[in-house]
């Protein structure tokens, strides 16, 4: 099982960013896919989440800012990330949830003051 993350970056505050993650080795479809984010000396956190059937799910923090999506015939999930804060600023890894979770390497996501 493979989840590449990618799209990370440095952005000014109030910019956006969009993550993708594409997953191989799983029936991608049947799959909760999540999208987490860890700042430093933080645990780490549910930021959003897809479920098999689309119903979407969102941290209070970003909701109304960030939006989670996924295609599945590219076996790929999204997380638009628009009114960046500087609290943004983490590593954001991708998660597909089942029975168990299987984890993305993570990209790191820097929001500039």
């Known amino acids: 099982v493979q989840l590449q993350a990618s799209g990370g970056g440095l952005v000014q505050a109030g910019g956006s960013l969009r993550l993708s993650c594409a997953a191989s080795?799983?029936?991608?479809?049947?799959?909760?896919m999540r999208w987490y984010r860890q700042a430093p000396g933080n645990k780490r956190e549910l930021v959003a989440d897809?479920?098999?059937?689309?119903?979407?799910n969102y941290a209070d923090s970003v909701w109304g800012r960030f939006t989670i999506s996924r295609d599945n015939a590219k076996n790929t999930v999204y997380l638009q990330m628009n009114s960046l804060k500087p609290e943004d600023t983490a590593v954001y890894y991708c998660?597909?949830?089942?029975?168990?979770?299987?984890w993305g390497q993570g990209t790191l996501v820097t929001v500039s003051s």
């Open positions: 998660a597909a949830f089942r029975t168990t979770t299987y």
């Open positions: 080795g799983i029936g991608f479809s049947i799959y909760d």
């Open positions: 897809i479920t098999s059937g689309s119903i979407t």
